[in-house]
């Protein structure tokens, strides 16, 4: 493939962030969304506020309906994890797909810059061949109008 760009003289870079993006399903979607919104200091600091506002409601209650040491709260913590750490290992896996793709599209884009770059170095060299072979011929005109010129002299 990237021979044939570069034979045919084609771009070879794409976008690969709307290419990829471009086919998530409802799922995939709510999954980033999910695993954006669970590693980000909003969801620390309210999860922190409501674990906070859980914990002293309960102590501030005469009939709490959730004592010390707290254990529906334990449970609800539980489920939420066992919820949320396969959305975000989805979300992760998605995202290694993703890095996979584009260090194969780097790796092609080098390799037609490689190529490039070794076709420029060979025209360089074809330059810098007959260039030395012009100098060459006008030296030798040169060498020669000396050598008659001597020749006439003496």
């Keep these: 493939m990237v021979l044939a760009s570069?034979?045919?003289?084609?771009v070879i870079s794409r976008d690969i962030e709307r290419d990829f993006d471009?086919?998530?399903t409802f799922g995939q979607r709510l999954a980033d969304k999910v695993?954006?919104?669970g590693g980000s200091w909003a969801f620390i600091l309210s999860f922190g506020l409501f674990l906070l506002a859980w914990t002293l409601l309960n102590a501030a209650?005469?009939?709490p309906f959730d004592a010390y040491p707290y254990i529906f709260l334990n449970l609800l913590l539980s489920m939420i994890a066992a919820l949320q750490a396969p959305i975000i290992m989805m979300s992760q896996n998605r995202q290694a797909a993703r890095d996979r793709l584009d260090a194969a599209h780097d790796y092609?884009?080098?390799l037609k810059a490689?190529?490039?770059i070794m076709a420029l170095h060979e025209?360089?060299?074809q330059l810098r061949t007959r260039e030395i072979e012009v100098l060459l011929a006008r030296q030798q005109e040169q060498i020669d109008l000396l050598t008659r010129l001597l020749q006439k002299r003496g």
């Excluded at 570069?6 to 084609?10: F, L, Y």
């Design 6 to 10: 570069t034979s045919a003289h084609r």
């Design 22 to 24: 471009g086919d998530l």
């Design 35 to 37: 695993a954006e919104f």
């Design 61 to 63: 209650l005469p009939r």
């Design 108 to 110: 092609e884009v080098n």
């Design 114 to 116: 490689e190529i490039e």
């Design 123 to 125: 025209k360089l060299d």
